[in-house]
């Protein structure tokens, strides 16, 4: 039988270990999803709503269990309070405007005709999930996929593995029938072999760029519709009239919040040349005042990676960099807790630039290159020079000239003066290797639906 096991950052050991389905138990789940997913999409819009809600209160209700479990599971800091705000707002603004999202496109009701166009639930929606932002990146499809009349299977990363059983926990105990949202735990091979067998309306994956073709691959010729959400190398880049403190204080956190384990977190800053100094000094202070250590310490604002590997990924990239010319700035002796493996001590490097794989491969740590610009034309070459496009995020005061910059920008969205943030009215998507399909906004409920039109000529005459 195989395992799916989560190794703690916190301590290398292994926190939890469940056994994986073999794929006739898997086919089983996928069976009852089906059987169930009619009288679901039966019930009326609000009551799916509501019970949805619930389900994301109940969650709020479980915080004392929640929150040190993900600390022990991914390195979240306790002091962060788990990811209760944004899975919220995603859920309460999903929930506000469902109805008019879902609502029928009316073309002609006159008469004679009506002509209009209905939103239907696909089915059986299977959602895969990262352990970065685990509960945050769930919701954005499990909500409004079930609010829209799906059933859901939910498939967590074997980092998050207890994520997916309290999210199914919290749904079901407030009403949720057990059949409309189940949680699974699977290899990838059966994984693939599901979608491969066609089982799944939609899938939604968030993960790796590698993941994600491999789920392309599983799915080629089953004409499964797939959201791929995978990965970034965010640019920000500082204009001559930015407001620096801003900018120091947005980037820097974009860049180590969740020790840089944001797939829209700033990866490559580019400033220009009459702000670098100050901002490069800034920034090297900025993120020196950070506690690296234990997450289940009330005091620790920077937790340890997820495991082990991902900061081996991050040293390599720092030390490849360095070894070609790059300047590191931050003193580690200011982090003891750095201990070669999982806790590992943020960092910014100047003198950086594309030859280097740390300017251009996903980094997915605390750490970020900056490198000075002397115009437009160059950040945006700059900007532009990556396989990824998630976001770009622009500091001026102008923001005539922000989106005029960032129609030129390869990417799903454009920030100015902000980063790192999901609007959940805004649609959430990628460019080029980041991906395809949009999730959130009143376009994820159209990607989670198919249209079906209605011609009805009312008299025969
Ligand atoms: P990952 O290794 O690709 O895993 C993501 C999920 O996919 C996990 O549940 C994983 O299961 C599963 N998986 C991976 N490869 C698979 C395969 N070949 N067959 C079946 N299932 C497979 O990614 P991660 O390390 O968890 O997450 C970090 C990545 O996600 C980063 O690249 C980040 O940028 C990206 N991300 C993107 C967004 C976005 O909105 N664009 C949001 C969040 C994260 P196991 O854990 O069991 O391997």
């Known amino acids: 039988m195989t395992m799916i096991t989560c190794v703690s950052p916190v301590n290398g050991e292994v926190y939890a270990e469940r056994p994986a389905l073999s794929l006739d138990a898997a086919k089983d789940v996928v069976a009852r999803a089906r059987k169930a997913q009619k009288d679901w999409a ?10 949805v809600l619930k389900g994301a209160a109940r969650l709020n209700e479980m915080a004392d269990l929640v929150v040190p479990e993900l600390a022990w599971q991914m390195g979240r800091p306790i002091k962060y309070g788990g990811e209760y705000r944004g899975f919220n707002e995603r859920s309460n603004y999903v929930a506000s405007i469902a109805a008019d999202a879902l609502s029928p496109m009316v073309v002609e009701d006159s008469a004679n005709f009506s002509r209009r166009i209905e939103r239907e639930p696909h089915g059986v ?10 509960y945050m990146t769930a919701i954005n499809t499990v909500a409004p996929a079930l609010m829209a009349g799906n059933t859901v299977i939910l498939k967590h ?7 997916g059983e309290r999210l199914v926990q919290a749904f079901v105990e407030a009403g949720v029938p057990a059949d409309v949202f189940q949680n699974v735990y699977l290899d990838h091979e059966t994984t693939s072999a599901l979608i491969a067998a066609g089982s799944f309306n939609f899938v939604n994956f968030t993960g790796s760029v590698e993941g994600g073709r491999s789920i392309e691959r599983a799915a080629a010729g ?15 880049y500082v204009m001559e009239d930015a407001d620096l403190e801003a900018a120091v204080d947005t ?9 840089g384990q944001c797939c829209c977190g700033i990866e490559r800053i580019y400033v220009h040349e009459s702000l670098y100094d100050a901002f490069v000094e800034k920034s090297v202070a900025w993120v020196s005042n950070y506690k690296l250590g234990n997450p289940l310490d009330p005091e620790t604002t920077l937790g340890p990676m997820a495991h082990k590997r991902f900061a081996k990924v991050v040293r390599e990239q720092i030390a ?26 943020p960092q910014v490097l100047v003198d950086v ?5 740390f300017m251009r491969e996903e980094t997915f740590g605390p750490a970020v290159g900056i490198m000075k610009v002397k115009s437009d034309a160059e950040a945006l070459e700059l900007m532009n020079d990556s396989p990824y496009g998630l976001t770009a995020s622009l500091w001026t005061k102008d923001a005539e000239r922000a989106s005029r910059i960032g129609r030129d920008i390869e990417t799903g969205t454009v920030f100015m003066n902000r980063a790192d943030y999901l609007d959940p009215a805004l649609c959430w998507t990628g460019v080029k290797e980041t991906g395809r399909g949009g999730s959130l906004s009143v376009m994820g409920f159209h ?13 025969t005459a």
């Open 42 to 51: 039966r019930r009326p819009l609000e009551d799916r709503v509501q019970l």
């Open 125 to 134: 929606v299977f959602v895969i999930a990262p352990w970065n932002y685990p």
């Open 157 to 163: 990363a074997s980092q998050t593995l207890l994520v």
């Open 222 to 236: 089953t004409f499964t519709n797939l959201g791929l959400e995978l990965g970034g190398k965010d640019p920000g």
């Open 251 to 259: 980037l820097m956190d974009g860049a180590t919040y969740n020790s």
């Open 320 to 345: 490849d960099a360095v070894a070609k010319g790059a300047k590191a700035l931050v003193d580690p002796k200011l982090f003891p807790a750095d201990d070669g493996g999982a806790y590992l001590a």
């Open 353 to 357: 630039n594309h030859s280097m794989a």
């Open 447 to 459: 990607n989670l639906t198919r249209p079906k039109s209605y011609h009805l000529k009312k008299v």
